[in-house]
Structure formats: C-alpha cells, structure tokens
C-alpha cells in the first residue's frame, strides 16, 4: 500500500494527489453546507427580518460564496503540490481573473435584486406596466456596466495594460463603431421610449404601418403581436423615426355606416336609431358615448351613421364582431331590411301604348 501511495506522477506522490483531491472536495462541501445553512437557518431568520436588505445579501452571496470556496480548495490543492513554475504563474493569473468576476458575479446579482425589490415596488405601486419596462431596462444598462467594470478589472488584474489594449484597437474600433451605428441608434431609441413614454407593455399601436399589442420594449428592439397572432420586431431607431400612434391612449372608434330601405317608415326609422344607441348596453365591451345620426338619402337607401366606442383594453374586432352581429339580428327582429343596390324603371303609358 505504502509503494502504491509512493507512486509518483508528475513528481508528486500519488499521496499528496489524493490530499490535493481532498482538499477539492472539502471546499466544495463546505461551500454546500454553507448554502444549506443559508437557505434552512439564514433565509427564514432574513424573512423576519424589519428590512429585505439582510434577505437580499443572503441571497446574493449564496451562489458566489459556494464558488469562491471551490476556487479556494483548488488554490490550496494547487499548492499542496509541486509543479513548474509557469503553471503557477498562469494558474495565478487564471485565479485572479476568476475571484474579480466572481466578486462581479456577487455584485451584479446584488444590485440586481435591490432594484427588483425597491424600484419594482415602486412600479407596482403606480401599477403601469411601462414601469416594468423602465425597470428591466435601468437593470439592463446597471448589468452592462457593472460587467463591464468587472472584465476590465479582471484583465488588469491578470496583467493586461488596459490602456495599451483600448489604443491598440483604436483602428479597429472606428470600424466596430460604424459597424455598431444601429445598435447605438436602438439603445438610444430605446432611453427615449423610457424617457417619452409613448406606450405601454399591453398597448395597442400602430408604428408605421405595423398595427398590434405592444409584448415587449427591449434596449434594442420593440415587439409586437399582430391580429394574425404574428409576432413583429421593431427596431428602436424605425420606432423613433417613424409615425407611431397609441391607439389605446384613447378610446377606439368603431364606425356604423347602414343603409335600410326606403319603406321604412319614420317609427321604424326611429326604432333603427335606439336599437344603435343601446348598443353599449348589450355589448361589455363598449363604453357608453355613442353618437347615432340619419345622414342622408341616398340612391337607393336612407342612410344611418353610428360612433361606438371600444373601452381600453377591450379586444377591438372581438367587441366589433359582437357589434356587427347584435345589429343584425335586433334590425332582423324588428323587421328592418337593409338596402342594396337596385333600380326602378318607370315606364310612360303613353310611350308604352305607341309601342305596341
């Protein structure tokens, strides 16, 4: 057993590898015991707790502690043992890349979960849903620069002249930027609709001659679900550019154009007219401004116009179809017929007799 744990590899007893491996595992075991601990004694205790700050630090340490005690044990393990000197220079150099941006890591879920507790308090406290897309995009651009700050770190830690490297990729960077021209535009596109507010998450819109429910506003892009259940991305930049119309910011207008018989008669005429005007109390999803007229006499009807207007958030063509069909059968039942083209022909007797 003694020549077997004598047994060298690398010029290291298979011995002081098993004790290196050992010194692996216990890190790793300890960095789980310690995530128990945190979840079956510390999260309970920080739910109790007057402020969510201790609940958010426990949380955000969990996965980082676990990984900083596993860098730890292989640190050590590296160390346990001999090896050439250029692998610990690089492991060296590996080990602080890793501990900056796990301490990055720590940060980043830090920061994050702070806005998600205070400032999306705050969004549902106003209870609009463009406050959620504010918070997803302030998170969006506090991640981008923490990281950011983070590999920037980790690389001067590791010994790479920043500086040097920025300049030397100065050429190289006018290419990058003319290449990047519509992600800066979009980002910036992007700032604006946080700042402007011209719709919401859940608004109906139409942005050029795109229509449909606005799903989501990304840094980059804006999506939207169509009537066809299409799902249409939309550049920042186009967004910004173009003509864009909220058509939830006010009450959609469904417009009845009828035409009914000339034998109608003036009661029937005016039984036309209420059963219009009582749409709102037959149909949920209208608000209840209507605006009913009896237009003009046409070629060949006597013509009616309606406003109906569709209560925000109400689905448009489904509130128009219940329209549509609730004139038809109110009009059918109160005998009301509705127009189409036709002509009489009037003939003179006179002209009539000289003919036959």
Known sequence: MNDLLSYEILHNSLKEWLIALVIIASSI?????????????????????PTQLFRIIVASLQGPMVLGFTLGGFWGAMHHIELPENFYKGLGTAYRIFVTV???????????SLLNTYLGRVAADTEKKFDQHALMVIQKVAMFFIWSIGIVTAL???GVN???????????GVAIALAAQDTAKNILGGIFLLIDHPFRIGDLVKIGETKGTVE????????LRTYDKTLVTIPNYKTSDTNLENLSQNKLRIVIELGVTYDTTPEKMDEALQILRSLPEKIK???KETRVFFTDYGDFSLNITAWVYVKRGAPYYDVKSSVNLTILHEFNAAGLNFAFPTQTLYVNKEEKEAKE
Request: hydrophobic share 55%.
């Open 162 to 172: 920043v500086g040097a490297l920025l300049a030397g990729l100065g050429i190289g």
């Open 29 to 49: 075991i300890i960095g789980q015991l310690i995530k128990l601990f945190a979840n079956k004694v510390l999260r309970p205790v920080s739910e109790k707790a």
């Open 102 to 112: 796990n301490a990055t890591w720590f940060v980043a879920q830090l920061v994050s």
């Open 216 to 223: 989501a506003i990304g840094i980059r892009s804006t999506k």
């Open 156 to 158: 001067n830690n590791a």
């Open 285 to 287: 999803g209208l608000d």
